[in-house]
């Protein structure tokens, strides 16, 4: 199920449902970003946010809602800016880099507390395979546990968004902008962030003490590099892993 999270009152509502502090081993929170060439050269325009325990994915309208979605306060005074900002409060990203450097670039967030479920996957395939990184989607198809009627949704989903969205298809970023948001769009930013909880539990598993160090590592130093003057949102070094 989804909601969209388009007025300071609605936002406030969420950000009450959200624990001040960890409560489980999992992330608190799984968030992804879209909108046009994400990064400090395009836009922000909707974040999505799904709350550890929950069947409810919010889509946060940045287009909408602008700086005050970072700045709206709940009861205690929190705001979706400092609690992005918090490290006592976990949040995972797959592929953190380019959400980083827009978040900063963009509206001031500093990300701290984050899991990259990239460098997770990364870190938890046996062997020394760990050159190449792999994408979202094919995490998705690989590892996570759907039924065949689910699969098949989720891949008709991937098309349909992508359709709608992707230039090599026909589409346009520029799709992400439109208000009221399409369905077909509602439903791709839905389904991907609704698996990462599930990417999340199988990668970390298989991972060891001394990768899961390495991962917390290697995702600071990619938010922090996202932060950098010099970084290079695209282009083919994004292929390759830390290790």
Same mark, same amino acid.
């Given at each position: 199920?989804?909601?969209?999270?388009?007025?300071?009152?609605?936002?406030?509502?969420?950000?009450?449902?959200?624990?001040?502090?960890?409560?489980?081993?999992?992330?608190?929170?799984?968030?992804?970003? @879209?909108?046009?060439?994400?990064?400090?050269? =395009?836009?922000?325009?909707?974040?999505?946010?799904?709350?550890?325990?929950?069947?409810?994915?919010?889509?946060?309208?940045?287009?909408? +809602? =602008? *700086?005050?979605? %970072?700045?709206?306060?709940?009861?205690?005074?929190?705001?979706?800016?400092?609690?992005?900002?918090?490290?006592?409060?976990?949040? *995972?990203?797959?592929?953190?880099?380019?959400?980083?450097?827009?978040?900063?670039?963009?509206?001031?967030?500093?990300?701290?507390?984050?899991?990259?479920?990239? +460098? +997770?996957?990364?870190?938890?395939?046996?062997?020394?395979?760990?050159?190449?990184?792999? =994408?979202?989607?094919?995490?998705?198809?690989?590892?996570?546990?759907?039924?065949?009627? @689910?699969?098949?949704?989720?891949?008709?989903?991937?098309?349909?968004?992508?359709?709608? %969205?992707?230039?090599?298809?026909? =589409?346009?970023?520029?799709? %992400?902008? @439109?208000?009221?948001?399409?369905? @077909?769009?509602?439903?791709?930013?839905?389904?991907?962030?609704?698996?990462?909880?599930?990417?999340?539990?199988?990668?970390?598993?298989?991972?060891?003490?001394?990768?899961?160090?390495?991962?917390?590592?290697?995702?600071? *130093?990619?938010?922090?590099?996202?932060?950098?003057?010099?970084?290079?949102?695209?282009?083919?070094?994004?292929? %390759?892993?830390?290790?």
């Amino acid at each position: 199920m989804s909601r969209i999270v388009n007025s300071p009152r609605i936002l406030a509502e969420l950000l009450n449902r959200i624990p001040t502090t960890d409560t489980t081993a999992a992330p608190t929170l799984y968030l992804d970003i @879209e909108g046009t060439k994400t990064s400090r050269h =395009g836009t922000i325009s909707i974040i999505e946010l799904l709350i550890q325990g929950s069947s409810h994915v919010y889509l946060i309208d940045i287009l909408t +809602l =602008g *700086a005050t979605a %970072f700045t709206t306060p709940d009861r205690i005074g929190r705001t979706f800016g400092t609690i992005l900002q918090s490290a006592t409060l976990t949040k *995972a990203f797959f592929n953190v880099r380019n959400d980083s450097d827009a978040l900063f670039a963009l509206h001031g967030i500093k990300l701290q507390g984050i899991v990259d479920i990239q +460098l +997770l996957e990364l870190a938890a395939r046996p062997g020394n395979n760990k050159c190449y990184l792999k =994408g979202l989607a094919k995490c998705i198809e690989l590892h996570c546990p759907m039924s065949r009627l @689910e699969r098949a949704d989720w891949v008709v989903t991937k098309i349909a968004g992508k359709r709608l %969205f992707h230039p090599e298809s026909g =589409g346009s970023y520029t799709v %992400f902008d @439109e208000r009221p948001l399409r369905s @077909e769009i509602v439903k791709y930013c839905v389904q991907d962030v609704a698996r990462l909880p599930d990417l999340w539990r199988v990668f970390e598993a298989g991972v060891s003490r001394e990768w899961r160090s390495r991962v917390v590592d290697a995702t600071r *130093a990619r938010v922090a590099e996202a932060q950098s003057q010099g970084y290079v949102p695209n282009g083919p070094h994004k292929c %390759f892993g830390p290790w």
